[in-house]
């Protein structure tokens, strides 16, 4: 069955420094996500990325954070001068299509701790 | 603000019994109603989702109730297993734009 998969699983780095975190989504998917969630906390909508450019995006994503579709499978965030409270687990999602069948399908997670 | 308010937070059901998680929502645009399942270390899985031009839908022994005028959804889950313990997200969604409820945490004690 074809899955999303993230990586690297577990992400260190210290604080003011730039992470990169992948994902591959799945093949015929069209729309991509990212969210994150703090440890014990709600998962959070980061954006969505439809046809090379963002669609969507919240609060949280500020300008320290960017998302790319450098080819035909991977999908990254980037996030610059890392801070403390960008620790997280960051999930990448895809789905096909939007509205009614608009089911997302989540990778495992990359933990992020920004030190 | 868009927002989904979850409750409770946590809730211990006996096997054989009932679960019932509550959900509401605020932005009158979100079309899209979703609830995740989650196990630790794993990342969310779509259970069962239902949009607002119906009020219930059931997938076996998983129900979402839905009321549009009241801005709520609920999720019941019958005959409730110890392999159903995990965190169990609401969500509500328009324009790829998701937003989720802060979960609650299920525990079915054997």
């Known amino acids: 069955e074809p899955e999303v998969t993230q990586t690297p699983s577990h992400q260190v780095t210290q604080m003011g420094q730039e992470v990169i975190l992948r994902c591959v989504p799945i093949?015929?998917?069209?729309?991509f996500y990212w969210y994150r969630q703090i440890l014990g906390q709600k998962v959070e909508f980061l954006v969505s990325?439809?046809?090379?450019?963002?669609?969507?995006k919240s609060e949280i994503f500020d300008d320290r954070f960017s998302v790319e579709r450098p080819d035909g499978s991977n999908f990254t965030l980037k996030i610059r001068s890392t801070k403390l409270e960008d620790s997280a687990m960051y999930f990448c999602?895809?789905?096909?299509?939007?509205?009614?069948?608009?089911?997302?399908?989540f990778g495992p997670g990359t933990r992020l701790t920004v030190l | 603000q868009q927002q989904v308010k979850q409750s409770p937070q946590s809730l211990i059901v006996q096997k054989g019994g009932i679960s019932i998680i509550n959900c509401a929502y605020e932005?009158?645009?979100?079309?899209?109603f979703p609830w995740y399942q989650q196990f630790p270390g794993k990342g969310p899985a779509l259970l069962i989702a239902?949009?607002?031009?119906?009020s219930e839908k059931k997938e076996g022994r998983f129900t979402i109730s839905f009321n549009k005028s009241a801005k709520q959804f609920s999720l019941h889950i019958m005959d409730s297993q110890p392999g159903d313990s995990a965190t169990y997200f609401c969500?509500?969604?328009?324009?790829?734009?998701?937003?989720f409820g802060a979960g609650t945490r299920l525990t079915v004690k054997p």
């Open positions: 999602a895809s789905s096909h299509g939007r509205s009614l069948y608009n089911e997302q399908f």
């Open positions: 093949s015929n998917h069209l729309y």
């Open positions: 990325f439809y046809n090379n450019e963002i669609s969507e």
């Open positions: 932005n009158t645009a979100f079309d899209y």
């Open positions: 239902i949009r607002p031009d119906v």
């Open positions: 969500a509500a969604s328009s324009n790829n734009d998701m937003r």
